[in-house]
Each structure stands twice: as C-alpha cells, then as structure tokens.
C-alpha cells in the first residue's frame, strides 16, 4: 500500500496521471465496489486539493475564460458521478475488476500509443 502510494503520488505530482496507477493498486486489494469508489475518491481529493494549492501559492494564475469553463465544469462532473454512479450499480461485484482492468488497459494503450 505504502509503494503504491508513493507512485500515485509521484505521478500525479510529475505528470498529472496518479489515478490510473492508484486505480491499479487499488484493485490489487479486490475491494468492494463501494469501499473502492470511496477509497479512490478521498485519496484523488486529497492528493487534488494539495496540487492546486499548491500551483495558486506558487503563482499559477488562469485566464477569464477558464474561470468560466470551471464553473461550468464543476456541476457537471456531480452529474456524470451520478451517471456513472447508475452505470456501475449495474455491475456485478465478481465482474468489476474485470472492467476496471479493461479501463486502466485502455488508459495504458492512449499514454503509450498517444504520450
């Protein structure tokens, strides 16, 4: 737990990317849906919430328009956990991992195949 930890945040920290290999590690633990949503998402806002503050401590500044775009954004992505929510209610638990897997397969083809 401790390794995969330390390359998600790595990763997210170097190269934005930590949630495919906190995904990754993640599973490896063959957790219930339930308790692996909720992992994933308390560890991605915190590792979130630490990048942003840090990059607007730091200076980084973003344009009009794309302060726009986030307040757009945000209500948005609620929704889409809500759809995904549905969508994943729909699968069963011994078949989870398997999609799981599918995706972070696919993830690992775009990032080779298109860096």
């Given at each position: ?19 495919a ?56 992505s ?38």
């Amino acid at each position: 737990a401790l390794s995969g930890g330390a390359l998600s945040g790595f990763f997210a920290g170097m190269f934005g990317i930590g949630g495919a290999i906190r995904s990754m590690f993640l599973s490896a633990f063959d957790l219930p849906k339930a308790v692996y949503i909720a992992t994933a998402g308390a560890i991605g806002i915190m590792v979130d919430s630490t990048r942003i503050i840090t990059y607007f401590t730091g200076g980084a500044t973003l344009p009009k328009e794309l302060w726009y775009g986030l307040l757009l954004f945000i209500p948005i992505s609620f929704a889409g956990a809500q759809i995904a929510k549905k969508i994943v209610d729909k699968i069963p638990q011994n078949k989870f991992r398997m999609v799981v897997a599918v995706f972070l397969f696919v993830i690992g083809a775009k990032l080779v195949l298109f860096p």
